[in-house]
Nanobody, 115 residues
Framework: QVQLVESGGGLVQTGGSLRLSCAAS????????MGWHRQAPGRQRELVAT???????NYADSVKGRFTISRDNVKNTVYLQMNSLKSKGTAVYYC?????????WGQGTQVTVSS
């Protein structure tokens, strides 16, 4: 099993920045993909960004150029640097880990962007 612990959410003004972190523990293995999804009130959960253990990244079009995903494979931690935040960024952000048949989720961290 894999356990994920997120941190870094909070309240920020429009145009501000936040950095989320997610530490993974357990049966991590070598080849995996970690990422962030978000779910706004009344909306479905959507992908924000992913990164493989090799560093290959993928972003939702809505965050390209503003968000940066990175990871530290020694610490088994993934980060999401969010800049130029918009009110649409208000959501619960969930960390995700995928490896073979394992698909784990964190408990979520709230990000609120105020205008």
């Amino acid at each position: 099993q894999v356990q994920l612990v997120e941190s870094g959410g909070g309240l920020v003004q429009t145009g501000g920045s936040l950095r989320l972190s997610c530490a993974a523990s357990g049966s991590i293995g070598s080849f995996n993909t970690m990422g962030w999804h978000r779910q706004a009130p009344g909306r479905q959960r959507e992908l924000v960004a992913t990164i493989t253990n090799f560093g290959r990244t993928n972003y939702a079009d809505s965050v390209k150029g503003r968000f940066t995903i990175s990871r530290d494979n020694v610490k088994n931690t993934v980060y999401l640097q969010m800049n130029s935040l918009k009110s649409k960024g208000t959501a619960v952000y969930y960390c995700n880990f995928v490896r073979l048949s394992t698909n784990a989720w964190g408990q979520g961290t709230q990000v609120t962007v105020s205008s």
